[in-house]
């Protein structure tokens, strides 16, 4: 699935249920943020080891997974909401990036 058909079905969900009048830029930006904290509290006091090792019990992997779907969930919203395109976006930002740190340099 590209962003734009992410984009396309996250709308399309929102708009049935009527939730567009919640979508204002701040508040999507403001909801990315709270759910990325809820993402960081599974990490939280644990190390890289027992982050790994508690990612193989199935209920915790789809726990971590549901907030990392909803951190992308919000962050495709305000992008739809801003008029900015994700997959140019991350294109643009990779060949920034790609400049910034050549491969030949690391």
Known sequence: MDFRELEERLVAFRDARNWAKYHAPKNLAISAAVELGELLEHFQWESDGEILEAVKDPAKREAIADEIADVVIY????????????????????????????VKKY
Do not use: C, F, Q, S
């Open 75 to 102: 962050l495709t919203l305000l992008a739809h909401e801003l008029g900015i395109d994700l997959d140019e976006a991350v294109e643009r930002k990779l060949e920034k990036n790609g400049e910034k740190y050549p």
